[in-house]
């Protein structure tokens, strides 16, 4: 039987699920147990999952919720304990030592308030004990926005029987689905073994829509003995960096230089470049990232480049990480001359064409500018930007060093949108912010790298979300299984 009660609505909150699972620990890393748990912390302990007896492989049914904001750097801790006996007695590893693997997957929670209470039999269930029966339990999983699965609830063990009736649990329908009732609910049957492999009796995919009907003909299910996950893809965010190399910066080997490679503390750029890079490159996957240069003139011939890879490398300008980034930074400061205009089109050219390429929702491009002086072709510059706003592209723009940056504010366009001949841009897609207003007075040290980013990044999920609702682009969830095998029949 299934039903279903409803709470009054909430207030909506931007909150995050946070579930972790852990792989491959080392049966020696603490005594001889396998009973983990994890704790999570933020200033203090925030939480812990429930323990798990006898595995090195735990998947956690417990979630975290916290609030979550998009342009924070929010630091979380997690512990991850063994319990000696099914106790109160726990050990932790050895410092430093790799003991496995801790994945952690994250959503925002919709504000659902729904509850949900049901109970589920089988029968026929295949036999999996030589000597006996089939000690079934459920294990149930809700599919998440790439396609893959997380689990939700598990039910208790029904010992030695083909036709278990497990006994009816309340689930919030936020954990089962997150408020969407059509997503797809994938629900595993196991039989319990005492040593932890429990063994896998078969599947079958749902949804909470199908549950909802209650006891019926619709909601008699075909348990499939092997699975397939089929999925479809999520927004990739691409980043991209150019940094100015005009001359206006100042020479790099002297300390008043903008560029100036002191051996003790990052300068400007570098600060400005770590500050925003060290933020998003968490919604970068591949943690790849083009970077390039403009206004120098570069080696051997000295011709002048708007748009050259820092590594070098025109075929592939990506380097790893922001770290990677700062390193191909500093070797290009030590083999171009710095020169100059300061043209900003032919960058944003370069990523509108990778933009270009992909419009349909599964990638969107930021492209991060440090600058640190007037723009000097703002005609075409504007013609760029009028084109990129069609694009699934946005520009954010820091301005380092004490220069007027008013054709920098005239970019963002939060007051008038950018124009160009007569055509205005579809969004706004740039974001500017000056560099000074968050240094100390002697221009050293930046007095909060977290709100630097924060005010730089604030307004990228509004812009993305403003290229898929021009496009009629919606969010896609995960596809059913439509796998065949052997079938067994259970009912809601």
Not at 16 to 39: A, D, E, G, M, R
Not at 201 to 210: H, K, L, M, N
Not at 336 to 342: A, D, H, M
Request: aromatic share 10%; net charge negative.
């Amino acid at each position: 039987q299934c039903c279903v009660s409803t709470s009054p609505p909430g207030v909506a909150l931007h909150k995050k699920k946070i579930h972790s699972i852990c792989s491959s620990f080392k049966q020696n890393t603490v005594n001889s147990s396998k009973n983990p748990l994890v704790y999570i912390n933020k200033q203090s302990i925030f939480g812990r999952t429930e323990m798990i007896d006898n595995t090195l492989n735990p998947d956690f049914v417990r979630k975290f919720v916290l609030d979550f904001f998009f342009e924070e750097k929010q630091n979380l801790r997690f512990d991850l304990w063994i319990s000696a006996v099914s106790s109160s007695c726990f050990s932790s590893g050895i410092p430093g030592k790799k003991c496995g693997t801790i994945i952690f997957t994250a959503e925002e929670l919709s504000n659902c308030r729904d509850i949900a209470t049901m109970q589920l039999c089988a029968n026929k269930l295949d036999k999996k004990d030589f000597f006996g029966k089939s000690d079934p339990f459920l294990v149930f999983y809700r599919s998440n926005e790439d396609g893959t699965f997380t689990i939700c609830h598990k039910t208790e063990v029904v010992k030695n029987t083909l036709n278990p009736v497990w006994q009816p649990f309340t689930i919030p329908v936020r954990a089962l689905c997150n408020g969407d009732y059509d997503r797809t609910v994938k629900v595993d049957v196991f039989d319990w073994d005492r040593d932890g492999s429990h063994d896998f009796i078969g599947e079958f995919t749902t949804s909470y829509r199908e549950f909802s009907r209650g006891q019926s003909q619709f909601n008699v299910y075909e348990v499939r003995a092997k699975s397939q996950n089929d999925g479809t893809n999520d927004t990739q965010l691409n980043f991209t960096v150019a940094i100015d190399f005009t001359a206006s910066n100042g020479n790099p080997s002297q300390p008043t230089s903008l560029h100036y490679m002191n051996p003790y503390q990052m300068n400007m750029y570098a600060m400005a470049l770590k500050a925003v890079g060290e933020i998003i490159q968490d919604y970068d996957s591949d943690k790849l990232f083009p970077a390039y240069g403009f206004g120098a003139k570069l080696p051997p011939d000295g011709k002048i480049s708007h748009a050259f890879p820092l590594n070098s490398n025109t075929d592939d300008p990506n380097c790893v990480g922001i770290e990677g980034v700062l390193e191909v930074y500093f070797q290009s400061l030590r083999s171009v001359q710095l020169y100059g205009p300061t043209n900003f089109a032919p960058v944003i050219n370069q990523v509108a064409r990778s933009a270009k390429e992909v419009t349909d929702g599964s990638q969107y491009f930021v492209l991060l500018m440090i600058t640190d002086g007037v723009i000097s072709d703002m005609v075409q510059t504007k013609e760029a930007v009028v084109n990129a706003a069609s694009l699934p592209m946005s520009i954010i723009i820091v301005g380092v060093g004490p220069a007027e940056f008013d054709a920098m504010e005239e970019l963002d366009g939060d007051e008038v949108r950018v124009s160009s001949r007569g055509r205005y841009a579809e969004r706004d897609i740039v974001q500017f912010v000056p560099f000074r207003d968050y240094i100390d007075r002697s221009g050293n040290q930046v007095l909060s790298m977290a709100r630097l980013a924060k005010d730089v990044l604030a307004e990228i999920p509004d812009q993305l979300l403003s290229y898929m609702k021009s496009r009629g682009i919606e969010p896609r969830p995960a596809l059913p299984n439509t796998n065949n095998s052997q079938s067994l029949s259970l009912r809601i």
